[in-house]
C-alpha cells in the first residue's frame, strides 16, 4: 500500500465548477500536511499547508481528518489556470521534515 | 527575492560519466533536500541535510552522493550515471519548525546518452 494516495486522475472539468481532491495516508504518526501545484516540466509550488480546523485561502479549502487519516481540498469557481497536478503530501513526524508524495491529481480545467 | 536557484536547468552527459548538480538559496534555511522526479511519477527524496547532518534515504543508490559545504550551497553528484537516471532533480528548502513548508528550486533536468 503506498503511504499517500490521492484519487486517479484526470479531472476535466469546465471553468466555474467546484472541484474536489480527496487524499489518504497511511502513517497515523504524520505530522505535517500540504498540498502542492505542479505544473507541466515545472517544479512543485507549495499551495497551502493543511490544518486539523480545516483552512482557507481564496477559492481553495483543505480539510484534514487525522482519525480516517484523509485530507481534502475543494477548489471553487475554477479558472482555467488551476489546470495543473496538485500533489497530496505528508510530513511524518520526527523526520526533518522529509516529504512524502501522492502520486498527484490531474486537473483540467475547459472554456 | 528570496529563492532557490538551481544550475543548470538542463544537463545532458554520457553514460558512465559524472555530473553535479548545484542548489543555492537565498533563504536562509537551515534545511536542504534533493529530489529526483520521473515523468509521470511523484517527486522521491534522495536525501537531505539538516543543517550540517546529512541523511541519506535508504534506497537511494550509492551512486548518488551529496555535498553542503556551506547553509546556502548543496549539490548533487552522480558518480557513474545511467540511462535510469534521466530524471527532474529537484532542490529544497525548508526552515526548521512545524509544519515544515518546503520551497522548490526550478530543478535541473537530466538527460544520459
Same mark, same amino acid.
Given at each position: 500500500?503506498?503511504?499517500?494516495? /490521492?484519487?486517479?486522475?484526470?479531472?476535466?472539468?469546465?471553468?466555474?465548477?467546484?472541484?474536489?481532491?480527496?487524499?489518504? *495516508?497511511?502513517?497515523?504518526?504524520?505530522?505535517?500536511?500540504?498540498? *502542492?501545484? /505542479?505544473?507541466?516540466?515545472?517544479?512543485?509550488?507549495? @499551495?497551502?499547508?493543511?490544518?486539523?480546523?480545516?483552512?482557507?485561502?481564496?477559492?481553495?479549502?483543505?480539510?484534514?481528518?487525522?482519525?480516517? /487519516?484523509?485530507?481534502? @481540498?475543494?477548489?471553487?469557481?475554477?479558472? @482555467?489556470?488551476?489546470?495543473?497536478?496538485?500533489?497530496?503530501?505528508?510530513?511524518?513526524?520526527? /523526520?526533518?521534515?522529509?516529504l512524502i508524495f501522492g502520486q498527484g491529481t490531474e486537473l483540467s480545467v475547459k472554456p | 527575492d528570496a529563492m532557490v536557484i538551481q544550475n543548470p536547468r538542463y544537463q545532458?552527459?554520457?553514460?558512465? &560519466?559524472?555530473?553535479?548538480?548545484?542548489?543555492?538559496?537565498?533563504?536562509n534555511h537551515n534545511v536542504m533536500y534533493w529530489y529526483q522526479q520521473k515523468s509521470s511519477q511523484a517527486p522521491k527524496l534522495l536525501f537531505h541535510y539538516y543543517d &550540517?547532518?546529512?541523511?541519506?534515504?535508504?534506497?537511494?543508490?550509492?551512486?548518488?552522493?551529496?555535498?553542503?559545504?556551506?547553509?546556502?550551497?548543496?549539490?548533487?553528484?552522480?558518480?557513474?550515471?545511467?540511462?535510469?537516471?534521466?530524471?527532474?532533480?529537484?532542490?529544497?528548502?525548508?526552515?526548521?519548525?512545524?509544519?515544515?513548508?518546503?520551497?522548490?528550486?526550478?530543478?535541473?533536468?537530466?538527460?544520459?546518452?
Amino acid at each position: 500500500r503506498k503511504e499517500v494516495e /490521492q484519487d486517479p486522475g484526470p479531472f476535466n472539468v469546465p471553468e466555474g465548477a467546484t472541484v474536489a481532491f480527496n487524499c489518504t *495516508y497511511s502513517n497515523s504518526a504524520s505530522q505535517s500536511f500540504f498540498w *502542492y501545484r /505542479q505544473d507541466c516540466r515545472k517544479e512543485p509550488k507549495l @499551495l497551502m499547508s493543511v490544518y486539523s480546523s480545516g483552512n482557507e485561502d481564496g477559492r481553495f479549502t483543505a480539510q484534514l481528518n487525522r482519525a480516517s /487519516q484523509y485530507i481534502s @481540498l475543494l477548489i471553487r469557481d475554477s479558472k @482555467l489556470s488551476d489546470s495543473a497536478t496538485y500533489l497530496c503530501v505528508v510530513s511524518p513526524y520526527n /523526520q526533518g521534515g522529509k516529504l512524502i508524495f501522492g502520486q498527484g491529481t490531474e486537473l483540467s480545467v475547459k472554456p | 527575492d528570496a529563492m532557490v536557484i538551481q544550475n543548470p536547468r538542463y544537463q545532458v552527459t554520457q553514460f558512465g &560519466k559524472p555530473v553535479t548538480l548545484s542548489c543555492s538559496q537565498t533563504l536562509n534555511h537551515n534545511v536542504m533536500y534533493w529530489y529526483q522526479q520521473k515523468s509521470s511519477q511523484a517527486p522521491k527524496l534522495l536525501f537531505h541535510y539538516y543543517d &550540517k547532518d546529512f541523511n541519506n534515504e535508504a534506497d537511494t543508490p550509492d551512486n548518488f552522493q551529496s555535498r553542503r559545504p556551506n547553509t546556502s550551497f548543496c549539490f548533487l553528484d552522480i558518480r557513474s550515471p545511467g540511462l535510469g537516471d534521466a530524471a527532474m532533480y529537484l532542490c529544497a528548502t525548508s526552515r526548521e519548525g512545524t509544519p515544515y513548508e518546503q520551497y522548490f528550486g526550478p530543478g535541473t533536468r537530466l538527460t544520459v546518452t
